[in-house]
């Protein structure tokens, strides 16, 4: 199984910054590299179902919510997916989940993915 562990939540004012990242371990996908499968991050807000926030895989992919604020990246020498997180609103607030599914194709369906990490919370103040 891949290991998916988030770190970096926490909380903040509005209008600030945060990096989540999540460490990926354990045995790939069939030996594939970290690279050659598709990644997202998910946020699940209280009382509510968990939603998409942004993907990577064969091409990136954001939710309207966070687009232009957020990047996803990830750095294959470290087997490390990365969010950055600008300009934080009160509606950011959420636990945010790291995933990984064994396709290439970047998606931002949560059925589509085989791996969760056990998330990281982050709270913004107004």
């Known amino acids: 199984h891949v290991q998916l562990v988030e770190s970096g939540g926490g909380s903040v004012q509005a209008g600030d910054s945060l990096r989540l990242s999540c460490a990926a371990s354990?045995?790939?996908?069939?030996?594939?590299?970290?690279?050659?499968?598709?990644m997202g991050w998910f946020r699940q807000a209280t009382g509510k179902e968990r939603e998409f926030v942004a993907g990577?895989?064969?091409?990136?992919e954001y939710a309207d919510s966070v687009k232009g604020r957020c990047t996803i990246s990830r750095d294959k020498s470290t087997s490390t997916l990365v969010l950055q997180m600008n300009s934080l609103k009160p509606d950011d607030t959420a636990v945010y989940y790291c995933?990984?599914?064994?396709?290439?194709?970047?998606?931002?369906?949560?059925?589509?993915?085989?791996?969760w990490g056990q998330g990281t919370e982050v709270t913004v103040s107004s």
């Open positions: 990577i895989g064969n091409g990136t």
């Open positions: 354990g045995r790939t996908f069939s030996g594939r590299a970290f690279n050659s499968y598709a």
């Open positions: 995933a990984a599914r064994q396709w290439y194709w970047t998606s931002k369906f949560l059925h589509e993915y085989d791996y």
